[in-house]
T-cell receptor, first 113, second 113 residues
Framework: DQQVKQNSPSLSVQEGRISILNCDYTNSMFDYFLWYKKYPAEGPTFLISISSIKDKNEDGRFTVFLNKSAKHLSLHIVPSQPGDSAVYFCAASAYGNTGKLIFGQGTTLQVKP | KAGVTQTPRYLIKTRGQQVTLSCSPISGHRSVSWYQQTPGQGLQFLFEYFSETQRNKGNFPGRFSGRQFSNSRSEMNVSTLELGDSALYLC????????????FGPGTRLTVL
């Protein structure tokens, strides 16, 4: 039962353009969502998070949007840079269960110069 | 501040053996979670420890166990290794058990032959 889904295994964008990575979830108990970036042979690096009481959170080039009614979140990277090329995972946790992150399968982003 | 460290980074074992992996969290972090990453299943939660107590457990057989010491360092143990246990084992730390933002180590790559 895949509670967190990233339906696009890969995404390719041109440098300077916007990258939009999507994530859907099924468990209505999830109340905190995170995005991680992962390079090969390294652990995931925390990027940005959002609580269910918000619908948007910004940090520099990264913005996460949350649509609770649609159980959908997205990560926008503007402008995209070649160094952003990596695998991006969205993750979710439920209230009272914050130590347990449920991850999506990941989306490989390639930013072309 | 030093990040999460995991030892060893690489390990090769044979079926039936047991293995112990170690994780040192970020200084001041008291919660440690463990995850298994495989190509087929993605990142899956194993367990979480806080104040030397297991707070949460994922859907893994009893061959997988862990513990946490008073200095917050954690170990996980896998007994009677199977080929399917070959994976990247990731440790993540967070400030408290109620903090969803987890910071990952580089992982231990376990290969079972």
């Amino acid at each position: 039962d895949q509670q967190v889904k990233q339906n696009s295994p890969s995404l390719s964008v041109q440098e300077g353009r916007i990258s939009i990575l999507n994530c859907d979830y099924t468990n209505s108990m999830f109340d905190y969502f995170l995005w991680y970036k992962k390079y090969p042979a390294e652990g995931p690096t925390f990027l940005i998070s959002i609580s269910s009481i918000k619908d948007k959170n910004e940090d520099g080039r990264f913005t996460v949007f949350l649509n609770k009614s649609a159980k959908h979140l997205s990560l926008h990277i503007v402008p995209s840079q070649p160094g952003d090329s990596a695998v991006y995972f969205c993750a979710a946790s439920a209230y009272g269960n914050t130590g347990k992150l449920i991850f999506g399968q990941g989306t490989t982003l390639q930013v072309k110069p | 501040k030093a990040g999460v460290t995991q030892t060893p980074r690489y390990l090769i074992k044979t079926r039936g053996q047991q293995v112990t992996l170690s994780c040192s969290p970020i200084s001041g972090h008291r919660s440690v979670s463990w995850y298994q990453q495989t190509p087929g299943q993605g990142l899956q939660f194993l367990f979480e420890y806080f104040s030397e107590t297991q707070r949460n457990k994922g859907n893994f057989p009893g061959r997988f166990s862990g513990r946490q010491f008073s200095n917050s360092r954690s170990e996980m143990n896998v007994s009677t290794l199977e080929l399917g246990d070959s994976a990247l084992y990731l440790c993540a730390s967070s400030l408290t058990s109620g903090s969803a933002e987890q910071f990952f180590g580089p992982g231990t790559r376990l290969t079972v032959l």
